[in-house]
């Protein structure tokens, strides 16, 4: 077995073996038990709750969590606009970078808020300083609100009757502070003993040993990294992302970078069994959501390790495997892996261009976005699993003639017409957006030309890609699509607005109308949800609503460039 | 609405306060600690100071040549190529790649030529080649600087940097410290 392979194997083992307890350490978090760093946190978060004017103890109702995540959410929008239509004229520019024009601005103040970080702009060219620590609070605060709703959904969950579901700040505020800031804290170290760069002075300027005069872009990189990896954020400090030698210097921070990307996305799984006190459940979503994470994982590997088959063509051995768009230090096959981390949980970091991809591994990336649950975006991926539990529920009871119950509570016509809703929304907005951009570009391929950067099959691949990472908040991109324009920052924008929102309202709705309901105890006629038999019903569901919608695109894009490759 | 606006104004603004200032600050006191004070690890020869992690273009002969980038080594603007595996120019590119690269390097191979050395990096700014890409050049360098091949070889094996702990990631070769390496050699 080859070293590549033996790195891969080992992130996987080492990012579940931390998850484990991490998981337990979130659920006592949101169970309000004591941990071990009550002493520095409690101090802490009473200063939030004191300056926010909270009172972290009053009860909410599912309405009224909703209306405290849209409305702080508006308020950063308005403050991110500001941000970055005036960076020029603000402090911390040393690089003079200018402001964003409005389309811009709107686009990216959407995707940081919306924790996609699709960024149209590069960061060494279209970012001040100031804009960038702004981005990287949204980064804190966006993952936050995301884990803080899944916690909403969690209590909702619980075997009792309730009306009120805890407090929508408390569980924001202990997100950020017990769970993103001591991980963010501890990696952002290990980056800047590890060669990222972390300081406020501007460009450099080297002359290399060719004699050439070389700007060296640099920054506050690492703490920036640091939670940009671990609140499935994505966007990057440099405009290369981390594929950047200062973003990512060595496979050492590589593995680090990687682990982060899913470490909390599955540490919420584990916490869920440990709040509801349903272990075998956790243990069977984790199943699922790995059953499906490998299916994508190990042809993405092998395609990239076989190498692009027109340059085997031109006689070149590719014992690296396919190199475009890849750095030597990192290889393909932890490449690839890296590929279906970010997109399978809503990271959209990147350490190698998915535009270079060979076309079977941009499938499967963009598949993993499709479906958008396989581990899923901090807090929002469970969620999405969530509606599939609540599909799989249903029908399944159907066909044994029971009535649908999940977890003692009845599931009726309302929450099953949310449920379908906000299912089909995904595909909705994917295909319905993509179409649109091919009908525009096919009537005017002149003047659109600067739109695509391949031809054919792979041209229509880059709009597909990047409509479906808005919708699925995802943020990574086929980056030759020239995506700086009104069009494109306006469109994307929308998509995130109504891939982020309704998905978060949908299943709130539904745990919030299912937890008020009267608690059935289980008996002989209930439908179990922790057998490996409901385990195998939810992947098909999955399979058969997210991945069966997408697949006359799909074929459209890769598959077919699969064959012209052959 | 109301309930919600002020708390949510005073809360986000300490949080401003906290993530982005006090963090940040935290983490640019830590990295004092670091060498060069976190300004990027940088290498010094002969009095020239270069960022030892940020990949230079190397084209002369006399060199090891980095690979190929889509922005020219430009280290305020990276990028990759973001071109298609189909894409008929991008194929044609490379195709020229491999024809220059026969040019200079006679006597090679073309099956000995690694896929690392005429595809453009993710970043543009790659600071490796693999062993086989350093490898692959000897012969021409050799001929060049007037050292001989089993001398280059045995820099080169020294140069070469192993996978993590030995058992994870790719074997490869820093450029910029090779040709510094080769420098020093005269």
Redesign the interface.
């Known amino acids: 077995m080859n ?2 392979i ?2 891969i194997i ?1 992130m996987y083992v080492l990012v579940v073996a931390l998850a484990i307890p991490l998981g337990r350490y979130i659920g006592k978090i949101f169970n309000d038990e004591n941990t071990w760093l009550d002493s520095i946190f409690n101090p802490l978060d009473n ?2 709750y004191k ?4 009172d972290s103890q009053q009860q909410m109702t599912w309405k009224q969590h909703l ?2 995540l849209l ?2 959410n508006g ?2 929008f308005l ?1 991110c606009m500001f941000v970055l239509t005036n960076m020029s004229w603000l402090p911390l520019n040393p690089d003079g970078n200018p402001s964003m024009t409005g389309d811009l601005a709107f686009n990216t103040s959407v995707s940081f808020i919306t924790n996609t970080n699709l960024q149209d702009y ?1 960061g ?2 279209g970012m001040s300083y100031l804009g960038q ?2 981005l ?2 949204w980064q ?2 966006s993952a936050g609100c995301g884990i803080a709703i899944a916690a909403v959904v969690f209590m909702a969950m619980k075997e009792k009757t309730s009306e009120t579901l805890g407090n929508f ?1 408390r569980f924001f ?1 202990r997100s ?1 502070t017990r769970i993103l ?1 001591p991980l ?2 501890v990696t ?2 290990f980056y ?2 590890n ?1 990222v ?5 501007g ?2 300027t ?5 004699g ?1 005069s ?5 920054g ?1 990189v ?2 920036f990294l640091a939670i940009k990896q671990l609140g499935t954020n994505g966007g990057g400090f ?3 992302n981390s ?4 973003e990512n ?1 060595s ?2 921070t ?2 680090v970078e990687t682990i982060s990307i899913m470490l909390i996305p599955i540490a919420m799984i584990f916490a869920l069994g440990y709040i509801l006190k349903r272990k075998r459940l956790a243990y069977i979503i984790f199943g699922v959501m790995t059953l499906g994470f490998l299916l994508l994982l190990v042809p993405t590997v092998i395609s990239e390790i076989n ?5 085997e063509k ?18 393909s096959a ?2 690839a892996y890296w590929a279906i981390n970010t997109t399978c949980t809503s990271n959209g970091s ?4 998915h ?5 079977l591994s941009g499938m499967f990336a963009m598949l993993g976005m499709m479906i958008n649950s396989f581990y899923g975006g901090v807090g929002v991926g469970f969620l999405n699993f969530y509606i599939f539990m609540i599909l799989a529920v249903f029908i399944s009871s159907l066909m044994v003639g029971r009535t649908p119950e999940f977890l003692g509570k009845k599931v009726e016509a309302k929450e099953m017409k949310i449920a379908m809703i906000i299912a089909l929304l995904h595909p909705f907005l994917i295909l319905v957006s993509t179409s649109l951009s091919s009908y525009i570009f096919t009537n005017n391929p002149t003047e659109y030309a600067g739109w695509l ?6 041209g229509f ?1 880059e709009m597909l890609y990047q409509f479906t990472s808005s919708s699925a908040n995802n943020g990574s991109g ?3 699509l020239g995506d700086n324009t009104p069009f494109w920052n306006i469109s994307t924008g929308i998509v995130m607005l109504m891939g982020r929102y309704l998905p978060i309202i949908g299943p709130v709705a539904i745990a919030g109308i299912l937890a008020r309901k009267k608690f059935i105890p289980e008996s002989a006629g209930t439908l179990k949800t922790d057998t490996s038999t409901f385990g195998l019903m939810i992947f098909a569901v999955i399979a058969l609503v997210a991945a069966l919608s997408f697949f006359p695109a799909l074929t459209l894009g890769p598959i077919a ?1 699969y064959f ?2 052959k | ?1 109301k309930t ?13 306060l ?3 200032g006090i ?2 600050v ?3 006191g ?2 004092k600690f ?1 060498p060069n ?5 940088i290498i010094t020869q002969n009095g ?4 030892s ?8 002969d006399k ?1 090891f040549n980095s ?1 190929p980038s889509a922005v020219n ?16 120019t ?2 044609a590119e ?2 020229a790649r ?1 024809d220059t690269f026969m040019v200079h390097n006679p006597g090679i191979n ?7 050395l ?13 062993v ?2 350093a490898k692959v050049q000897i012969k021409r360098i050799a001929k060049v600087r007037n050292i001989s091949e089993e001398k280059l070889l045995e820099l080169v094996d020294k140069q070469t940097e192993k ?2 702990f ?7 070769i820093n450029v ?1 410290k090779l ?2 390496a080769l ?1 020093n050699n005269k």
């Not at chain 1, 760069?197 to 002075?201: D, I």
């Not at chain 1, 594929?243 to 200062?246: I, M, S, V």
């Open positions: 070293t590549e033996l790195g080992f200063a939030f300056i926010g004017g909270i209306m405290a409305t702080i308020l950063w403050i590069s060494e060219s620590l702004v990287m609070l804190f605060i700040y505020v950020c800031l963010a804290f952002a170290i800047v003993f060669g760069p972390m300081t406020m002075e460009k450099d080297m002359i290399s040993m060719q050439d070389v700007q060296v872009s640099r506050p690492a703490g440099f405009g290369a594929a950047h030698p200062f210097p496979y050492a590589n593995m190498g692009n088959h027109a340059i031109m006689g070149i051995t590719q014992n690296m495997g396919s190199m475009e768009g890849k750095e030597v230090r990192f290889g932890a490449s990147v350490n190698a261009m535009d270079s991809l060979t076309p950067a391949n031809p054919g099959n792979h691949s086929f980056e030759g460039e012209s490759l | 609405m919600n606006i002020f708390p949510a104004i005073r809360l986000t603004l300490f949080c401003a906290f993530f982005s963090y940040t935290a983490i640019l830590i990295a670091t004070n976190g300004k990027g690890q020239k100071t270069y960022y992690n940020i990949g230079q273009s190397f084209t002369q060199y690979r080594y430009n280290a305020a603007g990276s990028a990759g190529s973001n071109k298609g595996p189909s894409n008929p991008y194929l490379v195709q491999i073309k099956a000995d030529i690694p896929s690392d005429v595809t453009a990096s993710g970043s543009g700014l790659d600071p490796n080649i693999s086989e890409g996978p993590l030995g058992l994870m990631g790719t074997s490869k910029l040709n510094l420098e």
